[in-house]
């Protein structure tokens, strides 16, 4: 079973959103999330970021979740929670402003190949329970969503008051740092065309690179 949703809109840019996933400081102290391994061991490639993480979550009780950050603004989890497998992900889509708008899913597997075969009420409540299970996850996600969102409206972070606690945030903040980007306009300007435009119209364009 598979449910999706567009879950929020905050103003600012994708990258800084993602970051709370490594923000574990804030995962404990604003979600009320207990570790019960704290994550130390992180596979950072050029693209993404992986790891795991043991952990109770308020409502859905122990999980362990295998998390991989995919650039700056997409993130999946495979999950064991309450005995199920689960899986979720949420992705950001820049926009004007700048706007980041949010779309989640979450997804489960099926009972089994057996449930074909069994009586026409077990089916029924199977499908029931799966459904619950990921509308629960759901839900939890959206309440993260309604958690954060104030925080996002008025926060400023700078990299040197974090603590040695903030390890992890530090290790993504450097990881987007470095991303790899390209500028898409880069084809069209050219010297002519900036040495024939007007120059009260078009000033004089500067790509910065640094993104923190």
């Known amino acids: 079973d598979l449910y999706a949703c567009r879950a929020a809109e905050v103003p600012m840019d994708p990258f800084m959103l993602y970051s709370n996933t490594l923000d574990l400081q804030h995962l404990i102290s604003l979600h009320q999330v207990t570790f019960d391994q704290f994550p130390e061991d992180f596979d950072v ?10 952990m109770t979550i308020p409502r859905l009780g122990r999980s362990k979740q295998d998390v991989k950050l995919h650039g700056t603004n997409c993130i999946s989890l495979c999950s064991d929670i309450r005995g199920r497998q689960t899986f979720m992900m949420s992705a950001g889509l820049v926009t004007v402003g700048p706007l980041t708008k949010t779309f989640n899913i979450s997804a489960t597997l099926k009972t089994g190949s057996s449930l074909a ?10 499908k029931l329970l799966v459904k619950l299970h990921v509308r629960a996850v759901d ?3 959206k309440k993260l969503n309604e958690e954060d969102e104030p ?7 700078r990299m040197d008051v974090l603590t040695e606690r903030d390890s ?10 470095n991303y790899p980007r390209s500028n898409i306009a880069e ?4 010297n002519d065309y900036m040495e024939n435009a007007p120059a009260k119209r078009i000033p004089a364009i500067t790509i910065h690179n640094d993104i923190v």
Do not use: V
Not at 151 to 157: H, K, L, Y
């Open 117 to 126: 075969e069994r009586k026409p009420a077990s089916r029924h409540l199977d």
């Open 139 to 141: 839900a939890f996600g």
């Open 151 to 157: 925080i996002f409206r008025t926060i400023s972070p």
């Open 187 to 190: 084809d069209l300007i050219c």
């Open 45 to 54: 490639t050029e693209r993404t970021i992986a790891y795991s993480q043991d």
């Open 168 to 177: 992890a945030l530090s290790l993504y903040f450097n990881f987007a740092r």
